[in-house]
């Protein structure tokens, strides 16, 4: 059974600040591998997607890599600002439907 | 574009009652659709997955006679909490995916949820 877990499950950093988001997941098999932004109250809006056979993928100041192999997945933030405030939420594919991980929490501090 | 729509954003009931929300994709056909629910600083955990014109398929754990899916064209998909308890308060999040989309079959486009409260 394919299990998604995120460190830190919080994190709070001053403004300007870059940082990394962790991600591992049990089952290598997957197809793909998603990062969600979740607002409180809100739904998801899309960050990123892996394809299994990618090792990364950039939009702004967003990085996500891959290692399939190892199960674990970064996504980079850099240069934090205070709207980056969210939940981070890790989701894979494969075999099973899309499995989350219960997010980290990000508190950018102005 | 692969924008999800859900109706409506929040709804209070009375314990017993029947509530429906729907779920649209605003602009694709959306083969498949997802329903997830979400506890308060949890994660999302999928109920069941629907292909248009066949029946859900539930996930382990979710009563069927109880949440209620209908996928009735590839724009629409509806989940019905049929008597609803206090226990069943929680946010409804769908989400939609089509093979002929960016990210194919694979990539799931999610509504904005539904905040569901039973007194």
């Known amino acids: 059974k394919q299990e998604v877990t995120q460190i830190p499950a919080a994190l709070s950093v001053p403004e300007g600040e870059n940082l990394v988001l962790n991600c591992s997941f049990t089952?290598?098999?997957?197809?793909?591998l998603q990062w969600f932004r979740q607002d409180p109250g809100k739904g998801l809006t899309s960050l990123l997607l892996i394809q299994s056979s990618q090792r990364e993928q950039t939009s702004g100041r967003l990085n996500a890599s891959l290692d399939k192999s190892s199960g674990r997945s970064t996504l980079y933030i850099a240069a934090s600002q205070p709207g980056d405030s969210a939940t981070y939420l890790c989701a894979v594919s494969g075999n099973t439907p899309l499995v989350f991980g219960k997010g980290t929490r990000l508190s950018v501090i102005a | 574009g692969a924008v999800v729509s859900q109706h409506p954003s929040r709804v209070i009931c009375k314990s017993g009652t029947s509530v429906k929300i729907e779920c649209r994709s605003l602009?694709?056909?959306?083969?498949?659709m997802f329903w997830y629910r979400q506890f308060p600083k949890q994660s999302l955990m999928l109920m069941a997955t629907s292909n248009e014109g066949s029946k859900a398929t539930y996930e382990q754990g979710v009563e069927k006679d109880k949440f209620l899916i209908n996928h009735a064209s590839l724009t629409l998909s509806t989940l019905t909490v049929t008597s609803a308890h206090p226990e069943d308060s929680s946010f409804y999040i769908c989400?939609?995916?089509?093979?002929?989309?960016?990210?194919?079959?694979?990539?799931?486009?999610f509504g904005p949820g539904t905040r569901l409260t039973v007194l």
């Open positions: 602009d694709f056909q959306a083969t498949t």
């Open positions: 989400s939609a995916s089509s093979p002929t989309i960016a990210g194919g079959a694979d990539e799931q486009f």
């Open positions: 089952d290598s098999a997957i197809y793909n």
